[in-house]
Nanobody, 124 residues
Framework: QVQLVESGGGLVQAGGSLRLSCAAS????????MGWFRQGPGKEREFVAA????????RYADSVKGRFTISRVNALNMVYLQMNSLKPDDTAVYYC?????????????????WGQGTQVTVSS
């Protein structure tokens, strides 16, 4: 079992920045690829970003590429999502997830554990 707790969400104006954090506990954190997904109002949950178990590889959805950065610190069991140049379309509940996978998974079905989510609201 891996427990994931997100934090750092909030209300921000368009063009602003937020940094989401995800604290992991349980099994060996470094064995897992980590991802961020989001679910906007009336929308399906979608992939945002992934980072491999060592932190050497990353993958992003086209909609956030160049604006968001995923990172991890295995020694602290933490993963982060730095979000810059935020847009109203980025408004969503953001979920941290863990996959027993040494690649860069991007499908919901590839992830084994999920956090409860943190709300991000971007005002225009």
């Amino acid at each position: 079992q891996v427990q994931l707790v997100e934090s750092g969400g909030g209300l921000v104006q368009a063009g602003g920045s937020l940094r989401l954090s995800c604290a992991a506990s349980g099994r060996t954190f470094s064995n897992y690829a980590m991802g961020w997904f989001r679910q906007g109002p009336g929308k399906e949950r979608e992939f945002v970003a992934a980072i491999d178990w060592r932190g050497g590889g990353t993958r992003y959805a086209d909609s956030v590429k160049g604006r968001f950065t995923i990172s991890r610190v295995n020694a602290l069991n933490m993963v982060y999502l730095q979000m810059n140049s935020l847009k109203p379309d980025d408004t969503a509940v953001y979920y941290c997830s863990a996959a027993a996978n040494y690649g860069l998974p991007y499908r919901i079905s590839q992830y084994d554990y999920w956090g409860q989510g943190t709300q991000v609201t971007v005002s225009s």
